[in-house]
């Protein structure tokens, strides 16, 4: 027999064999019936599959936990496909994930779909769900499964095939053979049948490269979603109507804040006059709010040598996604490939083929750089990885290459270690607005939000041991207080740790030691948070703010992180009260993350409608008539001097297009002067929405603009009382 733990801690037998489906069955006839798959011992896995061990830990899973709606969506792409291959047969299936909200399928198909086939396709989904026919998995030896790929000739999933661990390859096939049914190469899982997919709907079309290489034919990616049921969908369809309507990268281009241009090049963005404004008031803002607490801005070049990333480790390590490096000669390509080539092998016997071939090529080319190799023996074998870099490294200190900075942290290491330091200096806080650049896939870029160049509020701490928990909980302190000066006040705490994989560098006694003093920071903060294995950088554990907009949607922000081993990398010391030298505790923080996506995300949460301290246009007066000019020219001069970011509308087009035009451009405030405001010396305030405060005097008008930006918000003109000001 077979012991099977549930959620509540009790535990059922049932023989070895017994299906997923049988055990629920068991436990309760509903909870098999709405079960779309299940988690055991930690692996979501159809119910079909049948259970062994003397031991299994087992949930059920439905369509309203993630993880079986992420299955529901797996097989719902599953269902497109057919749909799409029934519809045009000579379709060519290629992949098809879930993604985050949905999922989406790559295919070949010589038909260019357009929004216009989407109901076709939906209404032969809803045929398909409507037979109900049960998602069969197949194993097949991978000799056999190999040979039928091949047979059916389709190029894409035969890639798939070979890079597919395991002596075994799997289908899943919906119905039973001979009788229509569909079948697709997958790992799964899937949910028991076509009909429990929850409502759908196909979103839209794009294109797309295999493994992004543009080189290849241009496939053609149909994402949709699935909910569910279709009050959820229907939120869902909501929430992005709203969505589109916010999207910054409309509403960046309609309110003159930024623009990406081909011709700088796609995911570089240009700030316009309005947009530099929003950027700089953030800045001015945060720079303020540093030197309250103690932090020393810096400025720092934006290249640097290869070398700098190769004893952070940021090269090779984000190579795929840098720009590439641009060397001092050749010999300092061949040999940054060779110490590339050296760092892969590691410590496995001999030197590896692309060694050999370097090793080679570097004497027949430059004889005295081969000699060089020779006589410091760079040698094959185990434990000569390490030897084996240094000896290139230093061959390359002559001549090595360049790189656009993808980290600020590695500069401001080197700012810390130009001075010798005591442990009455420390903490040193050092800050920089520092532009970065990452070569992003180009089917990963999105306005703002995902670009290639952009600039981070970095700040780099360094303290002793003793003061880490404080520094963290000061960084903490700083990125809740500009998510709570924004507006953006609903948002969780993730603490992302290391897992087991080979991605990370450092000591285990290290990351043990920053994980711990992460976790008590957020645990004396008071705050809510989760742990998330495997979300830590490559360096030390983090702190991530997931931010969540006014409709729902969640972003990740600010992030505090912990790194004992860079200090260990660059060697950084600090002599202590014993006066020995010690090993300084490296925090890494950025409230905003970036400014680019901070900005753009804030344009959507407000919809392009930015309080009055952080509107790049404040005011704007609007003269109803000739006869007032004068004086709105007089307004906007003293408006101007207060200092108010001010606009001034002499047009001779109506009041009342000029007051539209001032809302559509989501100024706070409008100004309208006519002859009774010239003689009376007021203005006629009302905002952006539509609430009108009537006439007041100027001076008054510009205290409570004052008050309003000092308080970033918490008062605006005439709110104490309800009255408009007089």
Known sequence: MMQVRLPDGSVVEHPAGTTVAEVLQSISARLAREAVAAKVNGEVIDLGTRLSGPQVELTALTLNDPEGLEVARHS???????AVCALWPRTKLAYGPPVENGFYYDIELDHSLTPDDFLAIEAKMQQIAKENRPFRRCDMPRAAAMEKLRTEGNPYKIDNAQRADGDTLSFYVTGEPGTGHFEDLCRGPHVPSTGRIGAFKVMQVAGAYWH?????????????????????????????EEARKRDHRKLGQELGLFFLDPLVGPGLVLWKPRGAVVRRVLESFILEELLKRGYQPVYTPQIAKLDLYRTSGHFPYYKDSQYPPIFESDIARKLNDLWEATTARGEADGFSRDEKRLIDEIGRAYPNVGQK???????????????NQQVVRELLAESDGYLLRPMNCPHHIRVYASEAHSYRELPIRIAEFGQVYRYEQSGELSGMTRVRGFCQDDAHLFCTPDQLLDEVAGCVDMAKLVLHVVGLKDYR???GLRDDSDKYIGSAENWARAQEAVLAAVKSSGMNYAVETGEAAFYGPKIDFIVKDCIGREWQLGTVQVDYNLPERFDLKYIGDDNREHRPVMVHRAPFGSLERFIGILIEHLAGAFPLWLAPIQARVCSISAKSKEYAQWVYDVCRAAPLRVELDNSDERIGSKIRDAAMMKIPYILVVGEQEAADKTVNVRTREGKQYGNCALPQFLAACAVEIATRGEAAPGEADQTPPT
Not at 76 to 82: F, G, L, P, S
Not at 212 to 240: C, E, H, I, N, W
């Open 76 to 82: 719902c792409a599953h269902v497109m496909a057919e």
């Open 212 to 240: 992004g290489d543009a080189s290849k034919q241009q496939l053609q990616r149909v994402y949709g979603t699935t909910f569910p049921d279709k009050k959820a969908l229907k939120a869902y369809l909501d929430q992005m």
């Open 373 to 387: 190799l020779c006589e410091k023996k760079l040698q094959p074998g185990p434990g000569m990885g390490h030897h």
């Open 493 to 495: 705490v993730r603490v």
